[in-house]
């Protein structure tokens, strides 16, 4: 899928890479595949990390600076281990092995600064327990702690957060009035529970330098007031619990990656789904203005040019007719050879203007509708085509007829044959100059105009029309392979992880 180009990745796209690719003008830098890396990229890494997760049942201490975060740790390991100083010590998130695959994790103090807050948002987003510490001496939380529990619970799925929540009140030896120390309680349970809905959760108090003095002393009533043993008999309990649901929250946390990863791929989708169902209607819409106006234009320029062809032959047929009628030939030699005009032209142009037939073959007045020109004028067209003797009688004037109409013809077919090549000139003139027809394989010349399958070239128009939307439609298939593959791998991670239990 792009994350590894040099080797078979786990997760892979397998032949869509090759047909998205096909469709990219710039296939060394693609925009949409850096996104959709990225997008991968972040998910292998939190995946990875999850899994690295999973080998230990990570404590988080957090809380804000000069709140007894670090002296909480150092009684719990029994040793000073953890530096203990009233400006700001911890910058990164410090690790010990508290038991075998159990690790206490210390943070950076609250709202100490902002790379201070992402680090440690990183301990508390792959902790199973978080020790939320408190100092009595305080008094109500700040704003500050709320909004980090709030975010501490939202990586965590807020309903399942208290059963992973510790809060632990330090400093009880500050604060030694138990009915004091009840209100401070009772006010912080209420913000909690108001700002960040958390409520069933356990409650310690402690006093680290009671349990240090008690420790130093040798003295078990100071330890055991201290508070201490009770707070780490209960997470020696709660690790026992977590090490048998470490599966379940890793395939939590599989889970929220994986729908972290989907949602911001299909906001890519959606995006260019959006993207082609416009440019699919532009499309449509251009295509069919193209189709419809060239349609039109093709047809009626070989419209014209198959008027132009027809009365070409008619004004051929005409003069034929003519030269015939002067061919100086008698008797039956004349007969034979068409010494008058064809029968399409007598009847046509001459009968009309005189009335009447009046060649010596037409015995009686002739009805119209007995009068096929048609298949008199595919006579005409032949090698042998029938004709007519002319009356002497009306000879004079039906040639003055004949002339009369061969002239009228002549201007007719220049008219004609002036407004095709100026129709052609105007249409071959306009393709060749318009944008979309350049861009496109339609390749236009005065010839191809007339040819019979002319208008088969709309493909190459409409495959270019088309190029954007086709690319997007593609697009939105690539990107749904994606999606199926981090769909795909994720399920089969936890069917791997459950086959280990």
């Keep these: 899928m792009g994350i590894n180009k040099d080797n078979n990745d786990v997760i892979s796209t397998s032949g869509k890479r090759q047909i998205y690719e096909k469709y990219d ?57 953890f530096k ?40 508390y987003e792959s902790s199973n327990i978080i020790l939320f510490v408190h100092n009595y001496n305080v008094g109500d939380f700040h704003k500050g702690e709320l909004e980090a529990l709030k975010r501490i619970a939202d ?71 201290s ?64 189709k419809t106006l060239i349609t039109k234009e093709i047809l009626d320029l070989n419209n014209k040019y ?40 007598y009847y046509k142009y001459i009968v009309p203007e005189m009335g009447e037939c009046t060649w010596s073959g037409c015995s009686a007045p002739l009805s119209k509708s007995l009068i096929d020109l048609d298949e008199m004028r595919k006579d005409a067209l032949s090698t042998y085509p029938s004709s007519v003797i002319l009356s002497s009688r009306y000879k004079d004037k039906e040639v003055l007829i004949l002339k009369t109409k061969l002239s009228s013809k002549k201007l007719e077919v220049k008219k004609l044959n002036y407004e095709f090549n100026s129709y052609q000139e105007r249409l071959y003139n306009k393709y060749i100059n318009d944008l979309i027809i350049q861009h496109s394989n339609f390749v236009v010349t005065k010839s191809k105009l007339l040819v019979g399958n002319f208008l088969d070239n709309l493909s190459d128009i409409k495959k270019y029309i088309y190029g954007d939307a086709l690319k997007l439609q593609n697009e939105v298939e690539y990107i749904k392979s994606w999606i199926t593959d981090v769909d795909n791998f994720s399920d089969m991670t936890i069917k791997l992880l459950e086959g280990l239990e």
């Design 25 to 81: 003008d710039i296939n060394d830098i693609n925009s949409l595949e850096v996104d959709l890396d990225t997008i991968l990229n972040q998910y292998k890494k939190n995946l990875s990390q999850i899994i690295d997760d999973k080998r230990y049942v990570k404590i988080a201490v957090a809380g804000r600076m000069n709140h007894g975060k670090s002296s909480l740790l150092n009684s719990l390991i029994g040793d000073n281990i």
């Design 155 to 225: 990586f965590h799925n807020s309903e399942a957060f208290s059963d992973r929540f510790i809060l632990v009140l330090t400093g009880k030896d500050a604060v030694t009035d138990q009915n004091d120390r009840e209100l401070i309680k009772l006010k912080l349970l209420k913000d909690i529970k108001q700002f960040c809905g958390l409520q069933n959760f356990p409650i310690f108090e402690v006093s680290n330098t009671t349990f240090m003095k008690g420790k130093s002393e040798n003295k078990e009533k100071l330890i055991t007031y």
């Design 306 to 345: 198959k008027y132009l062809k027809q009365e070409r032959e008619e004004l051929k047929l005409l003069r034929k007719s003519m030269n015939n009628i002067n061919t100086k030939k008698g008797g039956f030699i004349t007969f034979l050879l068409g010494g008058g005009p064809s029968k399409y032209i």
């Design 84 to 123: 203990v100083q009233d400006i700001r010590e911890t910058t990164a998130n410090s690790r010990y092995e508290l038991f075998e695959d159990v690790l206490l994790v210390d943070t950076p103090g609250l709202d100490a600064n902002i790379n201070d807050d992402a680090i440690a948002n990183v301990a």
């Design 227 to 290: 508070g201490i043993p009770t707070l780490l008999e209960y997470i020696t309990s709660k690790i026992e619990e977590l090490k048998l649901l470490r599966t379940k929250q890793t395939i939590e946390k599989i889970r929220n990656i994986q729908s972290i990863a989907i949602h911001l791929f299909n906001e890519i989708l959606q995006n260019k789904t959006v993207n082609l169902d416009s440019e699919l209607i532009d499309a449509d819409k251009l295509y069919e203005e193209y």
